[in-house]
């Protein structure tokens, strides 16, 4: 689960990591009363999105009066913000961050993610913060030191040093930023955080280093016992299909591809994704039906896939163990009638049952193609694309 910047910071300052003053604003006096109580005349006013690259997209503006940062956030308030990460149609902005704007000298960039190479929580940070980290680790990978925190013991203070010094800090920044890379280490393992970054994290006026920017994501499965950052969640910020999902004990994650999966246990679904990948096309979705596939989750399923309009093709792959395969059958006729099925749909069924299971698929009248194993059921998916891009 992501939060957005101002709540990441609340949490960091809590830790005591420094962070400009600020509060957030739904409406642009809101915001005037914001300024008003930060006092001084230099603000910066931030759109809060799920989303980076605000800085590029018009979504970071600088104000020198409290009436310029009205009038900012009363253009930002509302407005659906495009950034690289937003995709074309932009992101609608609810609120805004107003903060104390600071004198940057230096921006650095610093990270903290599950590093599944190492099997650890890793440190990163490179002293050209503020642009796209990505880029630089794409062209200059050696320009990101990286110190990989042993889980016994936890991120050492000689590890910060050695991140401190290799990025070619004066000792007076270094100390505050081992200081500081130390507390974001307790911050992330304490709050179970699957990725935190800090960028820029800044070197202001008069030497200080303090986190300018802060992004970060939670561990779903850990958030049962972090009960003040579950309600940090921001629904008008999630796929609607992923909620719906949800709602339905169904795990779903979306994706960019266009052949639909429905299948039952995660390591199926996993495996596949991967054929569909082998045989040149791209899944449009991870869905585990479950244990229990039955003819109502089924259909649910069937209308969030064909929710999302990239979807060609349809690929259900499921094994009957626990449920059987005539059951499931019987689900998928259900839920095809009741759905109005408007793509090729491909079915393999395998387990207990199975001959029964694909006689009441050959035996329906609706347009559904069987598959044996999931070689063939992956490539007639792909070819039943292939053919309509054609
Ligand atoms: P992002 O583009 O979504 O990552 O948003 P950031 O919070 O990182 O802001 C983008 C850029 O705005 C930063 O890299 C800074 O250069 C600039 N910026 C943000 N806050 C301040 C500030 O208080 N003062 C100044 N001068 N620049 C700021
Ligand atoms: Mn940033």
């Known amino acids: ?46 759109a809060q999105i799920h989303a980076g690259g605000r800085g590029k997209g018009g979504g970071v503006k600088l104000a020198d009066s409290i009436d310029e940062v009205r009038d900012i956030a009363g253009q930002m308030i509302g407005m659906d913000l495009v950034t690289h990460q937003t995709g074309p149609e932009g992101k609608r902005v609810e609120k805004v961050l107003v903060a104390e704007a600071v004198d940057i000298h230096q921006e650095l960039y610093l990270g903290l993610v599950v590093d599944r190479a190492s099997s650890a929580v890793t440190l990163m940070a490179s002293a050209e913060g503020g642009v796209e980290i990505e880029t630089i680790a794409a062209e200059r990978p050696e320009a990101i030191l990286k110190e990989a925190a042993d889980p016994a013991v936890g991120l050492l ?48 006026g008069d030497g200080v280093l303090v986190a300018l920017d802060a992004k970060m994501n ?41 052949i639909g999966c429905m299948v039952n246990g995660a390591g199926l679904a996993m495996s596949t ?34 929710s999302d309009p990239n979807v060609k093709a349809i690929l259900v792959n499921i094994f ?9 059958a019987e689900g998928v006729l259900a839920a095809v009638e009741e759905v109005q099925l408007s793509v090729p749909l491909v079915v393999r069924l395998e387990g207990t049952n199975v001959q029964r299971g694909r ?8 347009d ?7 070689d063939e059921a992956a490539q007639k998916a792909v070819a039943a694309v292939s053919a309509q891009a054609r």
């Open 1 to 46: 689960m992501n939060v957005h910047e101002y709540q990441a910071k609340d949490i960091l300052q809590s830790f005591g990591v420094p962070v400009p003053r600020g509060d957030v604003a739904s409406t642009a006096d809101e915001a005037a009363d914001v300024a008003r109580a930060l006092g001084g005349d230099k603000f910066v006013v931030k």
């Open 157 to 204: 203070p000689f590890q910060a040093n050695r991140v401190a010094y290799g990025l070619g800090l004066e000792t007076a920044v270094a100390r505050q930023f081992v200081s500081m890379a130390m507390k974001l280490y307790k911050t992330f393992t304490e709050s179970d955080a699957a990725l935190m970054e800090i960028n820029p994290l800044a070197v202001v």
């Open 218 to 258: 939670f561990d779903d499965n850990a958030l049962y016992r972090h009960k003040d950052i579950a309600e940090l969640r921001d629904p008008t910020e999630e796929d609607p299909r992923e909620l719906e999902a949800k709602e339905h004990e169904l795990s779903y994650v979306s994706l960019d591809g266009t």
């Open 273 to 306: 994704m991967d054929i569909i990948k082998h045989y040149g096309a791209e899944p449009a979705n991870f869905l585990d039906v479950g244990g229990r596939a039955t003819a109502e989750r089924v259909t649910v399923a069937f209308k969030l896939i064909l």
């Open 320 to 328: 009957g163990g626990i449920v059987a395969c005539d059951l499931i």
């Open 359 to 366: 006689q009441l698929l050959a035996e329906s009248d609706l």
């Open 368 to 374: 559904i193609i069987t598959a044996e194993d999931l």
